[in-house]
Structures are given as structure tokens and as C-alpha cells.
């Protein structure tokens, strides 16, 4: 697949996400989301330490499993973002357990085979990634679990009020109001990116804040 002509405007999307980071340190507040609340039973029960957190935003997911006691590794393509939670880890006392990385997630993850337990992500795969990028990071997510590792990432989905408005780019992604581009998923696409790995679940949930309509996945390696 092909970004149909498109990739000077994905591109531009990580400015775009770094001039509203900068400028709006808590964008998405601070509260965890519900998501991550749910992830860290999962993870708490599988036993999970070591967490690859993809696209940690501001931190507010982080913070929720640094301060369960899990070693967070995050990967975010903001310099903002990566400032923001190295600074509120240091003013939490959470250093030890909060790594920061800035890193853009169409490369190759920059860890070895079998280093984490659980992977993380919350709305990062909808963002301005086409299908075959998407694919790529999760094989990588495959690459760097141990086996039986945990994967939990949620998307926003065909369901969602917002699908269908703005600027079509083709494989269910749209540029919408603001600038900001979204990758709509559906069931059948979310069934094809988890190749390699067992489907737990695929839950229908809210992100009501906002409001979201989101798939959230739950995989394991096999």
C-alpha cells in the first residue's frame, strides 16, 4: 500500500503535534485514561515488569504504570513530549522508572529481541500512519515482547462520529478539523496487524472526554 501522494502531509504532522504539545502542557489532562487503568490489570496480572509505551504523549498514561512499580520505556516523535515526561518523572520521584525516547515510529524499534513484557499504546496507531507502516510497527512490537508478551493498544474506529468528515486519504484515513489527520479502523483491519499474535480481545470502549469511539486490542505473542 501507498500513502496515495500524501507524505509531505504526513510529515507535516509531526510538527503539527509538536506546536500544540509545546504550547499546551497538559493537553489531555492528567488524570490516567480509562484505557491505561484497564491495561495495568491486564498487565498486573500477566506478571508484566519491563513496558515499551509507544506515543506516551504527556505522560499521563506513564505515570499510572511507573507508579505501579513497571519499568516504562517511552518512544514519542515530540521533543515536547519527550521533555514533558522526563520533567514531571523527575518531579514525581519516578525517574528510575520513566525512560524517554524521541523516536519516530516508522523506523525499526530501537531494542533488541525480548526485551519487554507488555507493549502500550493509546490511539497511536490512528494517527498518520498508513497500513503498511502500521504493520511494520507491529511486527517490530512482536520483535521486542518476550513470549506470551502483552499488547494492548486502542484505535478510533469506523464507529466514531468523526469518521467520514474532512479531507479522505485514503485506507479509511481523513484529514479532520484542526489539522489533524486520523486512521479509522475496522474490525477486519485490526484482525489482518495482528498477525503473529493471539487476539485476546478486540472491545468497543469510549475515550468520553474527548468524545472517542475506540477499538481496544488486546493481543499475545505466541
Known amino acids: 500500500m501507498s500513502d496515495g501522494g500524501n507524505r509531505e502531509r504526513f510529515d507535516g504532522q509531526m510538527q503539527h503535534w509538536e506546536g ?47 507508579g505501579a512499580g513497571m519499568n516504562v520505556h517511552v518512544l514519542d516523535y515530540s521533543e515536547s513530549a519527550v521533555a514533558t515526561i522526563s520533567e514531571k518523572a523527575r518531579k514525581r520521584g519516578l525517574s528510575g522508572g520513566v525512560t524517554t525516547r524521541l523516536f519516530d515510529l516508522r523506523r525499526p524499534v530501537p531494542y533488541p529481541d525480548g526485551s519487554f513484557d507488555a507493549c502500550y499504546a493509546h490511539m497511536l496507531l490512528c494517527m498518520a500512519l498508513i497500513e503498511e507502516e502500521i504493520a511494520s510497527l507491529c511486527r517490530e512490537v512482536h520483535r521486542v515482547l518476550r513470549p506470551g508478551g502483552i499488547f494492548i493498544y486502542t484505535v478510533r474506529n469506523t464507529e466514531d462520529p468523526h469518521y467520514g468528515q474532512g479531507t479522505y486519504l485514503g485506507e479509511g484515513i481523513y484529514e479532520t478539523k484542526g489539522g489533524f489527520i486520523v486512521h479509522f479502523f475496522d474490525r477486519e483491519k485490526v484482525e489482518r496487524l495482528a498477525e503473529g499474535f493471539e487476539i485476546v480481545g478486540i472491545d468497543r470502549c469510549e475515550e468520553t472526554r474527548l468524545p472517542k469511539r475506540l477499538f481496544r486490542v488486546i493481543l499475545k505473542k505466541r
Open 20 to 66: 500544540y504539545l509545546s504550547s499546551t502542557p497538559d493537553m489531555f489532562g492528567e488524570a490516567p485514561s480509562e484505557s491505561a487503568r484497564f491495561a495495568l490489570d491486564v498487565f498486573r496480572d500477566d506478571g508484566a515488569r519491563d513496558l515499551l509505551e509507544l506515543g506516551g504523549g504527556q505522560g499521563r498514561d506513564t505515570f499510572l504504570f511507573a
